[in-house]
């Protein structure tokens, strides 16, 4: 949003900005043209560990090819689609409305401490994702080991913005897998 202020600034309104990227995402169906140009991104819905209320967060993801047996390509790798680019948030490459699994960065925009939604979903793992107009029940679990390293290559591939996230942090920014239960 070309009106909003720099993340971790005095001032800068994550929540307001996230509803209002909500509203257009919900009102276009993921198409955001005012709020994030270009992006593509889901709406993951969690339940508030401590409220219990529902909690709506604009990610940007990866999707995973499915195979001909159903399986994801390469037991779970990042597939990449015509002309080799990566698969997902935007750029060309794996339809997410065909992939059984999404990948969202719990970055927190470089911050020390994990965010509120993936704390959420440690604590109740049952989320929903919003794909476009689509609503989709679907299970979280935080990759480790080799899958983490490679699911990791994969976003940041697709989403160099994140690049040097993971540098200037002493946690791991958990990489995190929704298995969407269609």
Not at 59 to 76: N, Q
Request: glycine share 10%; no cysteine.
């Amino acid at each position: 949003m070309a009106d909003t202020q720099v993340p971790r600034t005095p001032g800068f309104d994550l929540k307001a900005v996230n509803q209002t990227v909500i509203a257009e995402y919900r009102a276009t169906g993921g198409v955001l043209e005012k709020t994030l140009p270009g992006s593509r991104l889901v709406l993951l819905t969690t339940i508030g560990r401590h409220s219990g209320k529902e909690h709506v967060t604009p990610l940007g993801y990866v999707a995973e090819a499915p195979t001909p047996d159903g399986s994801t390509a390469g037991e779970g790798s990042s597939s990449t689609g015509e002309g080799d680019q990566p698969a997902a948030a935007g750029g060309s490459g794996v339809d997410a409305r065909r992939s059984d699994r999404l990948v969202v960065f719990a970055s927190n925009m470089a911050s020390s401490r994990h965010p509120d939604w993936y704390l959420n979903l440690t604590a109740n793992p049952k989320v929903v994702v919003e794909l476009g107009h689509e609503r989709v029940d679907a299970e979280a679990t935080t990759a480790t080991a080799d899958e983490r390293v490679r699911l990791y290559a994969a976003l940041v591939e697709t989403m160099p913005g994140i690049r040097g996230h993971q540098d200037q942090v002493d946690r791991e920014i958990p990489v995190v897998v929704l298995a969407l239960l269609r």
